[in-house]
T-cell receptor
Framework: IAGITQAPTSQILAAGRRMTLRCTQD?????MYWYRQDLGLGLRLIHY???????GKGEVPDGYSVSRANTDDFPLTLASAVPSQTSVYFC?????????????????FGPGTRLTVL | QKEVEQNSGPLSVPEGAIASLNCTYS??????FFWYRQYSGKSPELIMS????GDKEDGRFTAQLNKASQYVSLLIRDSQPSDSATYLC?????????????FGQGTILTVHP
């Protein structure tokens, strides 16, 4: 079982270009998430999906879009990259949406994508 | 004010000591609370989660939650050099905000021999 895979591992991108970061999980988890991590700012939620076919905006959604056509895949698209989107991007998943009434769930993170926008 | 605040670091403790990491949050309807460990250049990994007021112990780790004070902490007993990492506090929204996890900025812990 691979868990969560992300691609590419790293990418250097020219400003203005379109880029899709891929995320695939093989655990049949309902919920998936995209975060960016910047020095001094911690992890910030970009978009999330509580179940296939639904998505929601996180703390920093501007400039990013997501889709959740099936359970396993949750791609993140930068329509027109800007230098401020230089960051490490983590995809994550959990069996159920975090915070749903009940016992806390476990969230698994992918290995990350390091993106540099010049 | 940031929604989730962690005590400023870095925190340095000697091997064998107790490391205490603290976190406060602003959203009173928050339901679930998490502590993640992140080694440099790696992705975060969950080490503790807590839902109810009080203490929850798992090996050398104890999470403490006080919803009235909006405070959650992590104690690491018998600290080891391998515990040196950044520790991230995270809070899951309650009510209609479930699914949204808000992280603190992290506390760097160094355990020196």
């Amino acid at each position: 079982i691979a868990g969560i895979t992300q691609a590419p591992t790293s990418q250097i991108l020219a400003a203005g270009r379109r880029m899709t970061l891929r995320c695939t999980q093989d655990m049949r988890h309902n919920a998936m998430y995209w975060y960016r991590q910047d020095l001094g700012l911690g992890l910030r939620l970009i978009h999330y999906s509580n179940t296939a076919g639904t998505t929601g905006k996180g703390e920093v959604p501007d400039g990013y879009s997501v889709s959740r056509a099936n359970t396993d895949d949750f791609p993140l698209t930068l329509a027109s990259a800007v230098p401020s989107q230089t960051s490490v991007y983590f995809c994550a998943s959990s069996e159920f949406p975090l915070g749903l009434a009940g016992d806390p769930d476990t969230q698994y993170f992918g290995p990350g994508t390091r993106l540099t926008v010049l | 004010q940031k929604e989730v605040e962690q005590n400023s670091g870095p925190l340095s403790v000697p091997e064998g000591a107790i490391a205490s990491l603290n976190c406060t949050y602003s959203d009173r309807v928050s339901q679930s609370f998490f502590w993640y460990r992140q080694y440099s250049g790696k992705s975060p990994e969950l080490i503790m989660s807590i839902y109810s007021n009080g203490d929850k112990e798992d090996g050398r780790f104890t999470a403490q939650l006080n919803k009235a004070s909006q405070y959650v902490s992590l104690l690491i007993r018998d600290s080891q050099p391998s515990d040196s990492a950044t520790y991230l506090c995270a809070v899951a929204g309650g009510g209609t905000s479930y699914g949204k996890l808000t992280f603190g900025q992290g506390t760097i812990l160094t355990v020196h021999p």
